[in-house]
């Protein structure tokens, strides 16, 4: 049920699916508290996710980066494995910038982070912030955040505003 809501979202995985997934999902539950759905989603893509169709979410507290229509985008699900979009490799590199309960699940717009804090909460995390400011509940849970997820596809393929004449795309 949680992937076909993701697949709604035109989920695909996003650099290298992880070669040992067992090893890898036992690995992320070290650092990332897991519900069933979340670590189904994991498994099945292997990896990171971006969305072919672009992803939002209302979150539970708006933030200064809350669009006008009270939505965030998500760019990235980060993913198993070891490369340069995983969880456990996020983690590190944000370890000594973020508050010391937070895990780095996610990438929002202008690389602005969505967190799982120890008590499973989800939240926004100002990349600009000190360590232990800049934070704002997304949702009460993983499940919570995954099911807020909606496409984002208004601007994916419009050609508003181009000047055709004078751009290098095919029209």
């Known amino acids: ?39 189904e989603i994991l498994l099945e893509f292997g990896g990171a996710i971006w969305f072919d169709h672009g992803a939002r979410y209302k979150p539970h507290t708006p933030n200064p980066f809350t669009k006008k229509d009270g939505y965030n985008n998500l760019e990235i699900l980060f993913g198993l494995g070891n490369d340069k979009n995983s969880i456990e490799q996020k983690a590190s590199q944000y370890k000594d910038e973020l508050p010391p309960s ?7 717009s202008g690389g ?5 804090n120890s008590d499973a909460s989800v939240h926004f ?47």
């Open 1 to 39: 049920m949680a992937n076909e809501h993701i697949s709604k979202l035109g989920a695909k995985l996003l650099g290298q699916k992880s070669n040992d997934l067992e090893e890898a999902i036992k690995s992320a539950e070290r650092v990332v508290p897991m519900t069933p759905n979340y670590r």
């Open 102 to 108: 937070f895990v780095p699940i996610g990438e929002s």
């Open 112 to 116: 602005n982070l969505v967190c799982v």
């Open 125 to 171: 995390w100002d990349h600009e912030s000190q360590r232990n400011e800049g934070t704002w509940r997304i949702a009460a849970s993983i499940d919570e955040f995954l099911k807020r997820l909606e496409p984002d596809d208004s601007g994916i393929g419009s050609t508003e505003g181009i000047i055709e004449s004078e751009s290098f795309l095919d029209f």
